[in-house]
């Protein structure tokens, strides 16, 4: 079988970096998405320690957002969740976090960030993004309100390493997760159970 993946040295792997505060179906999905339309062997969630582009005044301890993370991929036996990012120093650059997971797999591996369509058009305030559009595939899924088109106004370089994935729009995200638990709305059916439980169990975004 020339498309045999589970050969180590050809492994694809997907990365899924976020601040996951906390993770929802807009997350999982867009991993599923990516893991069975190219043939991912593995999607490693990697929740960010201090990220560079948030007000990290706000955000949840990173212990809670990695159990969480945990948590909501616990049922799918290709998603794994790495602590790379939370037991480092920070801040956290996708191109340090992709070179340095790169160095734990055989050589043969190719790499794949999978990011929204939000995300992707900020790359060139990333660190690096040339260097990072050299590592990797970046995956960008579609999002409710951001059009693809707006990939043609990157730069060639960066958006030859673009691979544009249309998926099932969700208009979910942790924002708005967050504002529902403080106006006291149900998030039920937005992430899985098992996060609303440990959100309300321990009280989280309440304040
Ligand atoms: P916040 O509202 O706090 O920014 P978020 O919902 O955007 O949270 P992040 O942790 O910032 O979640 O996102 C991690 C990655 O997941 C980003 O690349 C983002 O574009 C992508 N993503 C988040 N929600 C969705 C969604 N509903 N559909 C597709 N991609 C999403
Ligand atoms: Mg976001």
């Known amino acids: 079988n020339d498309s ?6 050809e492994r694809r792997i997907g990365v899924m970096g976020g601040t996951f505060d906390p993770i929802h179906y807009g997350h999982l999905l867009a991993a599923e998405e990516a893991r069975s339309r190219i043939g991912l062997s593995e999607v490693i969630f990697v929740p960010t320690g201090y990220p560079p582009h948030k007000d990290t005044s ?6 809670d957002r990695f159990k969480m993370t945990s948590l909501a991929v616990a049922g799918n036996s290709s998603f794994k969740v790495s602590r790379i990012e939370i037991d480092t120093p920070g801040p956290h650059h996708t191109v340090d976090t992709i070179l340095a997971l790169k160095s734990l ?40 309100g ?33 504002r529902r638990l403080r106006d006291g709305m149900s998030i039920r059916y937005l992430t899985p159970d098992t996060v609303v439980d440990y959100i309300m169990r321990k009280r989280l975004y309440l304040d």
């Open 4 to 9: 045999d993946l589970s050969r180590p040295d």
């Open 58 to 63: 706000r955000i949840s301890h990173q212990e």
């Open 105 to 144: 797999f055989p050589k043969g591996s190719s790499f794949y960030f999978i990011t929204g369509l939000d995300s992707i058009l900020q790359l060139l305030t990333w660190k690096e993004p040339f260097l990072l559009a050299s590592l990797c595939t970046l995956i960008a899924v579609s999002r409710p």
């Open 146 to 178: 951001y059009n693809v088109n707006k990939i043609l106004d990157l730069p060639e370089q960066i958006r030859k390493a673009i691979l544009p994935l249309e998926i099932p729009l969700l208009a979910i995200s942790s924002t708005n997760i967050r």
